[in-house]
């Protein structure tokens, strides 16, 4: 390797070392202070740099908010599809995906108020919902639905289900339940119900619905 490409490389190390601790800096913003605030002045004084120093990395703040959104987005959607992969069944992996979203976004509120929450904050384009959210969440879903109907072709699963909408009904059902958790705690207020309660209620009215 020449002096010349070692020196390159140290230079593109040292680049993207910058670019992460801005990137960071940001997720620590949205984690103290909500989407709404996350604004180019924040992330500056979170990451002590100047506010013209986080225009030369990213181009505006949407660009960053959707650095920010597919990473997070990338850590949920592994823990999910994880969760779905190891289940033998249908059903069981309809309760996974519900179970580990709930976990991980109640471990990372940040990223649940950046994807899901007070949406209109967010930045988040329709492009990159198109280009990186509906691609990924097709995914998930089609192996969801893939197990449900071998739940549904060998009567496990009744047969009048709509796969495609339990599927669905599965992610209204953990998006619900953190919204209301969350909102909440926003306002200094507890669920009367705790979620755990709410998770395990839910899932068992899901499988007893969905079977025969």
């Known amino acids: 390797m020449s002096a010349i490409e070692t020196a390159a490389d140290r230079k593109a190390a040292r680049q993207a070392e910058r670019r992460e601790h801005i990137v960071d800096a940001a997720r620590r913003v949205v984690r ?7 604004t180019i002045t924040a992330v500056a004084r979170a990451a002590h740099l100047s506010p013209p120093a986080i225009y030369y990395w990213f181009d505006d703040m949407h660009s960053l908010t959707e650095v920010i959104a597919e990473e997070m987005l990338g850590e ?3 823990v ?5 992969a190891r289940s033998e069944s249908g059903l069981d ?5 519900i179970r580990s979203m709930v976990d991980h976004y109640g471990a990372h509120p940040e990223a649940f108020q950046l994807l899901h929450d007070n949406i209109a904050h967010t930045g988040i384009s329709d492009g990159f919902r198109e280009r990186v959210v509906y691609p990924r ?8 639905e893939a197990l449900l109907m071998a739940d549904q072709a060998r009567g496990a699963l009744h047969a009048d289900v709509n796969v495609r909408a339990l599927t669905h009904v ?3 059902t953990a998006l619900g339940i953190l919204s209301s958790t969350t909102t909440l705690a926003r306002v200094g207020s507890e669920n009367p119900v705790p979620q755990s309660m709410l998770l395990n209620e839910a899932v ?3 499988r007893r619905g969905a079977r025969p």
């Open 80 to 84: 999910m599809v994880t969760a779905v």
């Open 204 to 206: 068992a009215q899901l």
């Open 32 to 38: 103290e202070h909500g989407a709404a605030g996350l």
């Open 93 to 97: 992996a309809l309760e996974a995906m």
């Open 170 to 172: 599965g992610w209204c």
């Open 76 to 78: 949920a959607m592994r």
């Open 137 to 144: 969440t097709m995914r998930l879903n089609g192996a969801l």
